[in-house]
């Protein structure tokens, strides 16, 4: 099993100091609005979430079942991601189902949820995984992933559009990777992974 | 070189039958005009373009320069995407953008273009593509890429949510291959033919 997982993410409901709301906070509309927050020029970024999304649940790796999929987010949130969920395509529709979740928890309100949300620390998410892990940066070891991977593995992967991990990943990381010498988007590394992954499991015959 | 090519793409501007005026088609949006035009179940789909242009020009294999990307449409035109367009991650500008490509044939209006358009067949793009051809369908053998790669290559995905392709692609392919037994989106496939090019080309050690 891979289990997938967007860290730090950059999806967070407006925060009270701008303005008493329960509104997804969206960088390319709030942008103005955003520039007295911390960190304001990394935040708002539920586009890479839905991107990342698209990837993980519609690839060949989940349809054969063997992908898990989460998105922690910079309050210390983990979203898990049921394997049968099957991501909006409409930006807008998606963020709308975002806000949901995070304000009530789950989504879809009545009936089994599709996904749910726990406050939770990345850490304490790694903790309950036994699997190898894998952090993506670009302070890692160039390697490949072939030669890395293993039955069981765990890859982490940074939610946010530029700058660091704000959770001390070094930490649990049985392997820092670099994929490339640029920076590369997450939905990038998450579509190499994915497939590297499929390609160990032998899954393209 | 792979030239990464999304066929019969449902991008167009409004057709004229629906409502006079120069707005770029979006079935989310305008669901309930297009009940009475032709094909309207798979019309009207910016979303998959966006998102294939997505995971194509941030590509490991677009930044080795080994990628060439074109988006066909049910109208035939073909845009030519520059290998440096980075594309706007926000979906609502990144239709903005896309209109103004489809009314004035190139974007920006002013300097070097990113992207441009022509009004051609996807048969005439082929003819002038020096490269194995290789179709993905449902239809198709199931066969690993790597076997059917060669160095020159153009991959043929077809850009629309259900159906089948418009254009007779069948004529032109040197290989029709199936990657799953399930219908998969457009953006999957590309990722999945991106990565075995990769991997082909040896770009990951």
Redesign the interface.
């Known amino acids: 099993m891979m289990h997938l997982i967007l860290a730090d993410s950059e999806l967070e409901l407006m925060p009270e100091e701008i303005k008493k709301g329960r509104i997804l906070l969206d960088s390319?509309l709030h942008h103005s609005l955003m520039k007295g927050l911390k960190d304001w020029k990394r935040r708002g970024r539920p586009?890479?979430v839905h991107?990342f999304l698209?990837?993980a649940q519609?690839?060949?790796l989940n349809?054969e079942g063997l992908l898990r999929t989460y998105v922690h987010t910079r309050n210390n949130e983990i979203i898990y991601v049921n394997p049968e969920m099957r991501i909006i395509?409409?930006?807008?529709?998606f963020k709308g189902l975002m806000q949901q979740l995070l304000i009530h928890g789950k989504v879809p309100l009545k009936g089994g949820s599709l996904m749910k949300m726990k406050k939770e620390r990345l850490d304490e998410l790694l903790n309950k995984i036994k699997a190898k892990k894998i952090v993506f940066s670009r302070k890692g070891k160039?390697?490949?992933?072939?030669d890395v991977f293993e039955e069981n593995v765990a890859c982490i992967i940074g939610g946010f559009p530029s700058g660091n991990f704000i959770s001390s990943v070094e930490k649990y990381a049985d392997e820092i990777i670099r994929?490339?010498e640029?920076m590369?988007?997450a939905?990038?590394v998450a579509?190499?992974a994915?497939?590297?992954y499929e390609?160990f499991m032998k899954l393209?015959?």
């Open positions: 390319s586009d890479i991107i698209l990837i519609e690839s060949i349809k395509k409409n930006y807008n529709r160039r390697k490949a992933l072939q994929l490339h640029e590369l988007p939905w990038i579509m190499e994915i497939v590297a390609n393209h015959l």
